[in-house]
Every structure is written in structure tokens, then in C-alpha cells.
């Protein structure tokens, strides 16, 4: 499960990092990224380009763009046996940009979870393994829609989730957005939990809980003592 992430990694890095131009781009620091919002997700098409997508997928088929809100996340395990998905598999794979995501962690003797922001050990931008597409409203307005692909927690995240967010190793992506490259034989390999000795994670406050605060305060290191 991935149901909250941050970007606020500055856009000129992530333009490097990433290898597309930022001109014309809109990006604004996000530290509490919710399901229905907008995010950075580069596509390769005719050219690699990053576009801002709505968080929660709407199939190209759907009568109602509110499908999405049960669309956030797609198990790497059902990939093809699912008709929002099987298409976008093939033909649709993205990279949502992030720094870092946020989990809660049941506590023993606690009635409220701990919520903790997962990052890379790096500190450095990473990706997710994303798919999209392109839904029209009745007026004809097109709007672009991504999920994040899951698979099993990592060891080092065993203890707060049984699910991660699918974070590609920087070799795999050029590989994840390749429209030349659609058998899953060559993609579901990817779709693997991320090394833990390369990730780290700490608690942060509960002003992540509610999806209206995004500020700095939401990725601020605090103590459980």
C-alpha cells in the first residue's frame, strides 16, 4: 500500500536525474502528496517528457472519473488480470517521481499508528513503477491519471507493512518507460522489492495525518520519547 509520498526534491535535480526538460513544466514542492492530486510522472512516448498526472488511475473506459480513488495502487502480482491495468502494462508505464513515502506503524500500548517517512538511504530522488492513461470528460477535456504498482515489503519493512511501492533501480527505468519493451516477461522482474540496505526510515508527526497540511513540518524528524 502507498497512500501518501513526497516531492520536494528541487525540479532542476530532478530534471537531471531524470533526463527530461523542465521548461514549461509546473511543479511545486510536495510534502504530503495525497490520492487525488497531481504529480510529476515522466512517459516516454514520442519523447521523454514529465507531465503532471492525477494520482489514482481512471481507465480510458470509465463512465466516472471518481474510480480513480480505488485506483491509487495496482498489485505487481495481478497486473494482467486486471482490465484497468492489463492495457497500461503493455503499453502505459511511467516513473512517479519521489523522494520518499509515508507508512504508519502500529504501536504496542499505542491507540494512534506512528506515522514514518520511508526514503532512500541516499537522501537522492527515486521512482516508482507507475502505469497511466487518458481519460475524457463528456466536454472533451483529457486528463491523465496514474497508479502506483506495489509488490511484497522489503525486510527492512516487514515490521510496519506487508506492502511496499515498487521503487525501480536507476538501471531498470529507461527499461520500465521503453514503449519498445511491452512483454511481461521482460517487465514483471522489475517488479521487485528495493534492496532494505539501501533504505531508511524515521517517524515524523502526526501533522501528515490530514491530507490539508503539506508543509515542510510533514518531513520533519521527531522523537518517540
Not at 56 to 78: C, F, H, Q, V
Not at 212 to 217: F, P, V
Request: glycine share 4%.
Amino acid at each position: 500500500m502507498c497512500g501518501r509520498f513526497t516531492e520536494v526534491v528541487r525540479l532542476s535535480v530532478l530534471s537531471k536525474r531524470f533526463k527530461f526538460l523542465e521548461s514549461g513544466v509546473p511543479w511545486n514542492a510536495r510534502y504530503n502528496l495525497a490520492p487525488g492530486q497531481d504529480a510529476l510522472a515522466v512517459v516516454n512516448l514520442d519523447e521523454r517528457k514529465a507531465h503532471l498526472m492525477r494520482w489514482g488511475l481512471i481507465p480510458s473506459w470509465a463512465k466516472d472519473p471518481a474510480i480513480g480513488y480505488r485506483m491509487i495502487n495496482a498489485r505487481a502480482e495481478t497486473l494482467l488480470e486486471k482490465p484497468s491495468f492489463r492495457k497500461p502494462f503493455t503499453d502505459r508505464r511511467c516513473l512517479v517521481l519521489a523522494d520518499g513515502f509515508y507508512e504508519w506503524k502500529s504501536e504496542e500500548g499505542k491507540k494512534t499508528k506512528t506515522p514514518l517517512r520511508v526514503v532512500l538511504k541516499t537522501r537522492e530522488p527515486f521512482a516508482f513503477a507507475g502505469l497511466w492513461d487518458i481519460w475524457k470528460d463528456p466536454g472533451g477535456k483529457e486528463v491523465m491519471s496514474f497508479t502506483i504498482i506495489t509488490t511484497r515489503a522489503t525486510e527492512a519493512l516487514k515490521t510496519v507493512h506487508e506492502r511496499m511501492p515498487v521503487i525501480l533501480e536507476e538501471k531498470d527505468e529507461e527499461t520500465w518507460i521503453d514503449p519498445n519493451v511491452w512483454n511481461p516477461v521482460n517487465l514483471q522482474p522489475l517488479l521487485k522489492p528495493y534492496p532494505s540496505e539501501k533504505i531508511d526510515f524515521y517517524p515524523v508527526s502526526t501533522v501528515v495525518n490530514s491530507a490539508q497540511n503539506d508543509t515542510e513540518a510533514c518531513i520533519q524528524p521527531v522523537s518517540l520519547v
